[in-house]
């Protein structure tokens, strides 16, 4: 299976702040690199997809880059609504694996 | 728009089974695939596997190989997942997911199952 590893795995940020959150994967995945953000109490909800993509609906803030085996995704201006635990996931090979999440906490 | 609505929360013995339902509201099965997903509480994200309701065929991950099944019923747009032989450790929500392959765009709300003698 696909280890993918986040990092950090928690941080403190205040409104406004740039925010980087970055997912290594255990060898080559060809892009196919989804990210996800989960609230307490409710579904993930997809916000980037094959590493890049905006998700229809999802503000201009949230962005994503990288290849091979190093992935990033960045916040430009975090808002109050951002504050939520974010998810990696990869789906280039099967088993679908997730990266341990790394939890957005308000300063 | 397309919604998951899932079965409500259950609580199982452990030894017995648990089956859980997702109804696509809002749309058809269509092409896309039926992910479940679940989360222990207070930790990460499990994918357990995916159906192509079109097809009817499944694909699961291994560590549920044999004790995880996944159907899906065109005709009522449901999709169910079944556990058997539950252990503690299967305490968790459970999420269906739809995937265009496995990016999962629209989910279900979860499903509580918690596994207690």
């Known amino acids: 299976d696909i280890q993918m590893t986040q990092s950090p795995s928690s941080l403190s940020a205040s409104v406004g702040d740039r925010v980087t959150i970055t997912c290594q994967a255990s060898?080559?995945?060809?892009?196919?690199l989804n990210w996800y953000h989960q609230k307490p109490g409710k579904a993930p909800k997809l916000l980037i997809y094959?590493?890049?993509n905006l998700e229809p609906g999802v503000p201009s803030r949230f962005s994503g880059s990288g290849s091979g085996t190093h992935f990033t995704l960045t916040i430009s201006s975090l808002q109050p609504e951002d504050f939520a635990t974010y998810y990696c996931?990869?789906?280039?090979?099967?088993?679908?694996?997730f990266g341990g999440g790394t939890k957005v906490e308000m300063k | 728009q397309v919604q998951l609505v899932q079965s409500g929360a259950e609580v199982k013995k452990p030894g017995s089974s648990v089956k859980v339902s997702c109804k696509t509201s809002?749309?058809?099965?269509?092409?896309?695939?039926m992910n479940w997903v679940r989360q222990a509480p207070g930790q990460g994200l499990e994918w357990m596997g995916m159906?192509?309701?079109?097809?009817?065929?499944?694909n699961y991950a291994q560590k549920f190989q044999g004790r995880v099944t996944m159907t899906a019923d065109k005709s009522t747009t449901t999709a169910y997942m079944e556990v058997r032989s539950l252990r503690s450790d299967d305490t968790a929500i459970y999420f269906c997911?739809?995937?265009?392959?496995?990016?999962?765009?629209?989910w279900g709300q979860g499903t509580t199952v918690t596994v207690s003698s």
């Open positions: 159906i192509i309701p079109l097809l009817g065929t499944a």
């Open positions: 094959d590493t890049s």
């Open positions: 809002g749309g058809s099965f269509g092409t896309y695939t």
């Open positions: 996931q990869q789906y280039e090979n099967l088993p679908v694996t």
């Open positions: 060898q080559d995945i060809n892009n196919f």
């Open positions: 997911a739809r995937g265009r392959k496995t990016v999962l765009g629209v």
